[in-house]
């Protein structure tokens, strides 16, 4: 068994028809975990006895002729910055390793463990999820497992690292800025953010990166993805902004993938400098689209200015009113260098400043509309640069920049679905994403579209850890 190639769903068909026993599975996961991830450090924590107990009682549920879910026995590990029963919720900060233990799940997570999966441990994330790479004070950094002098991206790196690397076959993930989609394309997997509010996200409060922010699951593939998703959507009324159920299942939509009939292809959305190693793996996946039969509209502007300075606003608004409490207390000095500045920035915003931002995203959402009036899905880069060294920013021909994320973070203002699909490595052997982004509540489709770029590029090469 390796979860590099096993499918989620093959997994989880083999514990349901009692061919193989969960507690082999997690068993499995364990080892695998023991193995590399001394070297990767994808995970914060484990808990392998309440994790074989999990195991068992689906072994009981098999016996006894009981259904134990459509995710029976899959091994997952939660992004530490949302609870999961029994573990503590870190948020990678120094200040919060030592909080008690969560007394119950999210919704995500709970609906996962309902459906059959089963928890091994916490994934690593920036502190507070609050940048592009996987590092922090108490756990270190974590790598890509394609080569570990780079980084798998954040702020769901752990998450990503640990399914590329063959940990576990499905984890969890948060998108406020990109942190599904990088980390998928810098680590060679299929990620998608969905619809914002298709999978709840519910407490007395908006989470750390306010209305941006969504989760869900992190999978190999689209199907992979497509399963889980489909356990864990739906309204749950203590979210105001959850979405019902789509009427199209996720499974359903990546079963029937095809190539679709038209796109458009905007490689710089209209005001990115791209990567010449980007542009040329992507354009090359574009090109093996075409020949599949869909025309591929080729435009030079979606968004005429980068919206990286209104989604800051929006950003930094929302640090200071979850962190800005520890400002002038001793739990100030244990924040990271890099998280203080964005706080600080949140506090001097004014309100007049945060309305216009959420204006400017609905001026970039209407621009969105406009084109899709000529094609269902805009195609770009998912990174507008390279994977990052360890320690540094990603790379546009050469040179270090915050902006080689500059492509992600606008559809977290506007809340379309987008995902990534790995179309091709780099001359380093690094895994390069091509972002797919769609209408309003037509994340299935859009998964499905993603589903049909897996086929017609072909690329199933994996970690070499």
């Not at 798998?152 to 499905?170: D, F, H, Q």
């Not at 959420?358 to 959402?365: H, I, K, P, R, S």
């Not at 209407?366 to 899709?372: I, S, V």
Request: glycine share 12%; with cysteine; net charge negative.
């Amino acid at each position: 068994m390796d979860f590099r190639s096993d499918s989620v769903a093959a997994v989880a068909e083999r514990v349901r028809s009692g061919e193989q026993p969960a507690r082999e599975v997690v068993e499995t996961a364990l080892a695998r975990i023991d193995a590399v991830d001394g070297v990767i450090n994808a995970f914060t924590s484990i808990d392998s006895e309440r994790a074989l107990v999990a195991a068992d009682a689906i072994d009981a549920a098999v016996r006894d002729g009981r259904d134990p879910g459509t995710l029976a026995g899959v091994p997952i590990g939660v992004k530490d910055l949302e609870p999961a029963e029994g573990f503590v919720t870190s948020f990678g900060s120094a200040g919060r390793v030592d909080d008690a233990p969560a007394d119950a799940d999210s919704v995500l997570v709970g609906r996962l463990r309902s459906a059959g999966a089963i928890i091994v441990g916490k994934t690593n994330t920036p502190e507070y999820g609050h940048k592009g790479a996987t590092d922090n004070v108490p756990f270190g950094a974590t790598h890509n497992p394609w080569n570990i002098d780079y980084s798998p991206g954040g702020s769901s790196g752990g998450t990503a690292a640990a399914v590329a690397a063959g940990m576990i076959p499905l984890g969890t993930g948060s998108d406020g800025g990109g942190s599904i989609r990088i980390p998928a394309s810098l680590c060679g997997l299929t990620g998608l953010k969905t619809e914002t509010g298709r999978v709840p996200i519910v407490g007395r409060a908006m989470p750390g990166s306010g209305l941006l922010s969504c989760n869900g699951p992190m999978g190999r593939t689209a199907m992979d993805s497509a399963i889980a998703l489909d356990a864990v959507s739906g309204h749950d009324g203590r979210d105001p902004l959850s979405h019902v159920a789509p009427v199209v299942s996720f499974v359903e939509s990546v079963e029937r993938a095809e190539p679709p009939t038209r796109v458009i292809w905007c490689p710089t959305f209209g005001f990115a400098e791209l990567d010449s190693q980007t542009l040329g793996v992507c354009s090359s996946a574009v090109d093996a689209l075409a020949a599949a039969g869909t025309e591929v509209i080729e435009i030079d502007s979606v968004w005429d200015e980068d919206p990286v300075q209104q989604w800051l606003v929006l950003w930094v608004v929302s640090r200071f009113k979850s962190q800005g409490n520890l400002m002038g207390t001793p739990a100030w000095d244990q924040l990271s260098d890099s998280i203080r500045p964005q706080i600080e920035a949140g506090a001097k915003r004014s309100g007049e400043q945060y309305a216009r931002a959420q204006d400017y995203a609905f001026e970039l959402n209407w621009k969105l509309e406009e084109a899709f009036e000529t094609a269902p899905y805009i195609l770009c880069p998912t990174n507008a640069g390279l994977v990052p060294r360890m320690g540094h920013d990603g790379t546009i021909n050469g040179v270090d920049t915050p902006g080689w994320v500059q492509l992600t973070m606008g559809l977290n203002m506007t809340r379309n679905p987008a995902g990534s699909v790995c179309a091709g490595l780099n001359t380093e052997g690094l895994p390069v994403g091509l972002q797919v982004i769609g209408r309003h509540h037509e994340d299935p489709a859009v998964l499905g579209v993603m589903k049909s770029l897996e086929d017609v590029i072909g690329f199933s090469d994996t970690a070499p850890t």
